[in-house]
C-alpha cells in the first residue's frame, strides 16, 4: 500500500472514531427524502458543518495604515488538500487564499457611456496564504464545528523576498488591477499570483495553481516558490525585463493562454500513488469565431509530471449534462470549482453555474500529448447534485439567508478534499466578506467561510 492510500486509510479510521457527524445530518436526510444507500447517485448527505473562526488577515508590513484600519478578516479560502492528522486524531487540512481582497468600483468614462466596472485591489501588495486548518468538533449538540486556524504561511520568492495579489502579465493578457481609492491602474509584478489550486508535493512540498498567466508553481514546505509553470510564449511582468523571483519554464500548451479573463487555473490534485498532476481551466478558454458549439463548453483539462509540474496528457471535459444546449451551458455561465483525485486516472469535478451546482466522477481516457491537433473527451457520470442543499448552503455562509441563491454559483464552492470513499469536505470562498464598494469589508459582516462534509455513493452507478 502506497503512503498516501496509507494515509487515506487512516483518515477514514479516524473520521469513524471520532465521531464528528453532527445531528444535523439526520434531518437533512429528512428533508431530502433519502436514507442511507439510496440507490440513486445524486442524493448527497450534509454530515457535519464547520465555521472558519473569526481571525485577523495577516497583512504584509508595508500595507498602507487606511487599508489596515478596514480589519479585514481571513478568509477567501479556494482549495482545500487533506493534511496528516493531528496528534490526537484531529483532521487536518490545508487551504489556500487567493490573491486578497478585491472588488469593483465604477470608473466613469469621459464620454458620458456607462461606467466601467473596475477590479480592485485594497491591499495589493497582499501575499497569498498558505492556512493550516483543524476540524474542532461542536462545543454543543446541534451546533457547527469549529475551522481552527493552525498555521499560516505567507507565498514568498525562491530568496525569501514577497509576492502580491498583482497580475503577473500585463494587457491584453490580463485586464489590471486598479486602486479603489484612485481607480488608477496597479502595476504588474512578475510575481504576481491568483491562487485558486492546491496539492501536495513529494518532499513536504505544495503544488499551486493561479489563474492569471494561468500557471502552475512548486513551493518549498515553508512557503518559497522555487520554480513556476507558464504556458508557451506567456511573459511575466510588462516585458521590461524585471525577473521573477524564481526558475521560470515555458511548458504548457498555447490552449491555456486563452482562457477567459479571470478564468485560469482553478483545481489541482495529484493522483493517490504520487505519479500525477491535475488540473483544469475554470472556463472554456476563449475560441475561434469559426469553433463548433460543443467546443464552446469544452475546458482543458491537464495531466503533468508531479515531480517537474511538465505536461503529460491533454483532454477535454465537456460542461454539464448529456443533452444540455451548449448555447444554455454559457448562458449559466457553467465553470470548474475544484477538483481532487480518487484514483490515477479517476477525478471528482465540482461544476457549477447559475442553475447547476454538480459533483461528477470523471475517468481518463488514453493518453493524448498535449497540442495533438485531437484531444479525447472523458467520461463523466453525475454521483452528487448539490442543488438540493443550497437553501442549507446559503443559510449558514450568509449568516441565516433564507432560499437558495439567486445564482447556485454564488455558493462560490472552491475548494473540494476526499476525506474518505464517498466522503469530501467543500469550501466556499468567502471574497474576505468585501462589501459592494469594492473598497473594504462588510459592515455588519454577512459571508462566512464555512465548510462541509458532504457524503454520496461513490459506488452507485
Known sequence: ????????????????????????????????????????????????????EDAPLPLPSDTPAASRALEFRLGGIS??????????????????????????????????????????????????????????APAAAGKPGTLRVVAVKPIATAHGGPTSGRPAVAPPRSKPMVDPATAKPLPVDPDGLDTEGLSPAADGGFWIAEEYVPSLALLTAEGRMVRRIVPVGAVLGEGDGRRAGCQVVEALPEVCLRRADNRGFEGLARSPDGSRLFTMLQ??????????????????????????????????????????KPADLVAADGKI?????????????????????????????????????????????????????????????????????????????????????????????????????????ADPPIRRTCLWVVRFDADAK
Open 1 to 52: 500500500m502506497t503512503d498516501r492510500r496509507l494515509h487515506s486509510a487512516l483518515v477514514s479510521l479516524l473520521w469513524a472514531a471520532a465521531g464528528l457527524t453532527l445531528p444535523i445530518a439526520s434531518p437533512i436526510r429528512s428533508l431530502l427524502g433519502s436514507q442511507p444507500g439510496d440507490a440513486s447517485p445524486a442524493v448527497a448527505t450534509i454530515e457535519s458543518m464547520y465555521v472558519l
Open 79 to 136: 482549495d482545500l488538500s487533506l493534511a496528516e492528522p493531528a496528534a490526537d486524531g484531529t483532521i487536518q487540512l490545508w487551504g489556500i487564499t487567493d490573491r486578497g481582497p478585491n472588488g469593483f468600483v465604477e470608473k466613469p468614462s469621459s464620454d458620458g457611456s456607462p461606467a466601467k466596472p473596475l477590479r480592485t485591489l485594497p491591499v495589493p501588495t497582499f501575499q497569498a496564504l498558505l492556512v493550516k486548518l483543524a476540524l474542532e
Open 283 to 324: 472556463s472554456p478558454p476563449e475560441q475561434e469565431a469559426e469553433a463548433a458549439e460543443e467546443e464552446k463548453v469544452d475546458v482543458p483539462l491537464l495531466v503533468l509530471d508531479p515531480v517537474k509540474g511538465l505536461p503529460l496528457a491533454e483532454y477535454r471535459y465537456r460542461l454539464g449534462e448529456p443533452g444540455e
Open 337 to 441: 470549482s475544484a477538483l481532487s483525485a480518487t484514483g490515477n486516472d479517476t477525478l471528482l469535478v465540482l461544476e457549477q453555474s447559475a442553475t447547476a451546482s454538480r459533483l461528477y466522477e470523471v475517468k481518463l481516457g488514453p493518453v493524448v500529448r498535449p497540442g495533438a491537433r485531437t484531444v479525447a473527451t472523458v467520461s463523466k457520470r453525475l454521483v452528487a447534485d448539490l442543488a438540493p442543499l443550497a437553501p442549507i448552503f446559503n443559510a449558514a455562509l450568509n449568516r441565516g439567508a433564507s432560499g437558495a441563491p439567486g445564482k447556485l454559483s454564488d455558493l462560490k464552492f472552491e475548494g473540494l478534499a476526499l476525506l474518505a470513499p464517498g466522503v469530501v469536505a467543500i469550501v466556499n470562498d468567502n471574497d474576505f466578506d468585501m462589501d459592494a464598494a469594492g473598497a473594504a469589508p
